[in-house]
């Protein structure tokens, strides 16, 4: 059974710090990794996606993927309330299986 | 470009009615899944469909069933409803090792 696991949270954060999300994954073979976002009552938002070991930035969000560790993170510059929701990690495995995902973080930013 | 279409967007079922969940797409996606979301739970997999004609089983398909006749439309059917079937149901689409494009998902209670 592959797995995806995330701290529950709540995670809260002051308006302007920086917001830092971890997701471990069980299945080695795993070659993409995504991070959405998802707000209370809606479905989730694809916001990155990363592949190769190493950062990836786009605005604020970096994504950061260790296959050795079998960790992925997010982090979120200069956090505004608008960030607040829940985060998905999502996990593809080898063989294009369907994404598994993480049960979520839920981040609060505090103005 | 309406993207992933599913409706309704609530419905109330009584223990042992039926209903047929629609979801439309209109990217040309060839994979579709649909997952169910429950509080703290985050998201499971029920059924996906990697093309027209071709369905398979995710990880808790007890209780459903689906077709995908067309490349657009991938129906979820719950026969004989039971109150563990309270949820939200979420119908994807992707190209095949892609980040998903979510509808906006159907509120489902079982009473």
């Known amino acids: 059974q592959k797995e995806v696991e995330q701290n529950s949270g709540p995670l809260s954060v002051p308006e302007g710090a920086i917001a830092s999300l971890n997701c471990t994954y069980s299945?080695?073979?795993?070659?993409?990794f995504f991070w959405y976002r998802q707000y209370s009552g809606k479905s989730p938002e694809l916001i990155m996606s990363?592949?190769?070991?190493g950062d990836k930035e786009d605005g604020r969000f970096t994504a950061q993927l260790n296959k050795a560790s079998q960790y992925v993170s997010l982090l979120i510059r200069d956090s505004q309330p608008s960030d607040s929701a829940t985060y998905l990690c999502a996990v593809f495995g080898a063989g294009n299986t369907p994404l598994v995902f993480g049960k979520g973080t839920r981040l609060s930013v505090i103005a | 470009n309406a993207g992933v279409t599913q409706t309704p967007k609530f419905r109330i079922l009584k223990i042992g009615q039926s209903m047929t969940l629609q979801c439309a797409q209109d990217m040309n996606h060839n994979y579709m899944y649909w997952y169910r979301q429950d509080p703290g739970m985050g998201l499971k997999l029920i059924y996906y469909?990697?093309?027209?004609?071709?369905?398979d089983k995710g990880e808790v398909p007890n209780g459903y069933n689906v077709s995908r006749s067309t490349t657009e439309d991938f129906p979820l059917r719950l026969e004989l409803a039971a109150p563990s079937q309270t949820s939200v149901y979420f119908c994807?689409?992707?190209?095949?090792?892609?980040?998903?494009?979510f509808g906006s998902g159907t509120r489902l209670t079982v009473v």
């Open positions: 469909s990697v093309g027209a004609g071709i369905t």
């Open positions: 990363i592949y190769s070991n």
């Open positions: 299945d080695r073979g795993s070659q993409s």
């Open positions: 994807a689409s992707s190209y095949s090792n892609g980040g998903y494009t």
